[in-house]
């Protein structure tokens, strides 16, 4: 189970909810680039001036697994 925060959080706004799952499923937690604990250095404008950058980071979270 991926969990995916909104804007204005962090992936923390799951913990309650993803422990729940974590004996039956594989559970992932991420920031998005600009939340969290994340790397700000990592934020490109051109890539994060849309939705789009961001469903990338989901796809590449999706592909890494």
């Not at 422990?19 to 604990?37: A, E, I, P």
């Amino acid at each position: 189970m991926v969990y995916a925060h909104g804007f204005g959080c962090d992936h923390t706004m799951w913990a309650r909810v993803a422990k729940q799952f974590t004996t039956t499923h594989r559970v992932v937690l991420f920031d998005y680039v600009g939340s969290g604990r994340s790397d700000i250095r990592a934020f490109d404008g051109e890539r994060y001036g849309t939705l789009d950058g961001y469903v990338q980071d989901l796809l590449d979270v999706c592909d890494a697994l």
